[in-house]
């Protein structure tokens, strides 16, 4: 089990202090991820401390630079979201936003679905659909670690209301995928991250489609 304090502290090293609520769901939900993984293969980390750098501390880095992009209300869409990372934590910071957890795997949107319900999130859902084939207007789309940036950028260009954002999490900056974008696509922004308890490089590509 996480410890309470371990992801309170956590959360408090990236200006995030959480709610008792917040906190019990954050918890509640990687305690279902693990329980979930024994079966269903949802995520290759076994262990709790993992689980909570790697996944809950990932996710919530990136809470903070979306409040300053998005403060007010907008439907995300997460692409490729797995088991609902970053998708089910910002849900869970964020009831102003309603998330959409898209997965072309079934047992990974049922999982997130059955998430939605045990922690009461009437902004969360799990959808099973492949992002070509997805209709629908979205003020955010979001993506951690899914497939390339030009890959992410024009398979969901389709879905990104006018005047909405793409955030790409991605490990170090992607310098030759930002290059390789084709003009349409505009990157106006690449913000660095710092994940307590994490040795590894993690940015923010903020992109949207070009003007004219």
């Known amino acids: 089990m996480i410890s309470k304090r371990a992801l309170h502290d956590g959360a408090a090293a990236l200006g995030l202090p959480l709610s008792d609520e917040q ?12 329980k979930w993984s024994k079966v269903y293969n949802l995520t290759a980390l076994r262990d709790p401390a993992s689980v909570l750098s790697h996944h809950l501390l990932d996710s ?18 997460d ?3 797995g088991a609902g990372l970053p998708g ?4 869970i910071m ?27 999130l009437p902004n969360l859902k799990g959808v099973h659909a492949r992002v070509e084939s997805l209709a629908g207007s979205y003020e955010l789309i979001s993506s951690r670690a899914f497939a390339s940036l030009s890959d992410f950028f024009l398979g969901s260009r389709h ?14 900056r992607p310098t030759e995928e930002i ?10 922004h690449v913000e660095q991250l710092h994940v307590p308890g994490l040795d ?3 940015c923010v590509v903020w992109a949207r489609k070009a003007a004219g």
């Open 179 to 188: 290059a390789q974008l084709p003009a349409e696509i505009e990157v106006f």
């Open 159 to 172: 879905l990104l209301a006018p005047g909405g954002i793409w955030m790409a999490m991605k490990g170090k």
């Open 60 to 77: 919530l880095s990136v809470i903070g630079p979306l409040a300053r992009r998005q403060p007010g209300r907008a439907a995300l869409l």
């Open 79 to 81: 692409v490729g979201a």
């Open 94 to 120: 964020r009831d102003n936003i309603r998330v959409s957890c898209l997965d072309a795997v079934a047992k990974k949107a049922a999982f997130v679905q059955q998430v939605a319900g045990e922690l009461a």
């Open 88 to 91: 089910v934590v910002i849900a």
């Open 200 to 202: 590894a490089e993690r």
């Open 23 to 34: 906190g019990e769901r954050l918890l509640t939900y990687a305690a279902l991820l693990l």
